[in-house]
């Protein structure tokens, strides 16, 4: 009998379920380019697009009140993740990172898709709900996954 504290996937790992890598039930390789990409980059990508949109307002945008320049920082990352999705299937740090979105047949997502999934990702909680595959729930809406490109 397991314990509460390990949680649902290691009890159900102990009793002989084998979940696999992720991305392993999409038909992606365990490791390197063209697999899932692992949270830490993901987080990674999206801390550097976010003080990048940081350093722009402030460069820019020195003299507005807090308000404002909070809501220059999410619409300058918002326009960044956008347009640079949009043209080179990758925000500004995912590029850094070596990742980038792809449909689940390794095409780059259309215009529509990149604007579904971007105001997903603003809303915070459709970006940290997810499968074990590493997919969030705005990644499945448009059928996207960050892939690992290096």
Request: proline fraction near 3%; aromatic fraction near 8%.
């Amino acid at each position: 009998m397991s314990s509460w504290l390990s949680g649902p996937k290691e009890t159900l790992e102990q009793q002989g379920i084998n979940f696999g890598y992720p991305g392993e039930r999409l038909g992606f390789v365990k490791d390197g380019p063209g697999s899932v990409a692992r949270t830490g980059r993901r987080l990674v990508a999206l801390t550097i697009d976010w003080f990048a949109a940081l350093f722009i307002a402030n460069a820019f945008g020195s003299s507005l009140s807090k308000n404002a320049h909070s809501w220059l920082v999410l619409n300058i990352f918002t326009i960044q993740v956008l347009l640079l999705t949009i043209f080179t299937g990758s925000s500004f740090g995912q590029r850094i990172m070596g990742i980038g979105v792809r449909r689940l047949d390794d095409e780059r997502l259309d215009i529509l898709g990149v604007l579904v999934r971007t105001l997903l990702l603003l809303l915070v909680i459709p970006a940290v709900v997810y499968d074990r595959d590493g997919r969030g729930l705005h990644d499945k809406a448009v059928g996207s996954v960050v892939k690992r490109l290096r």
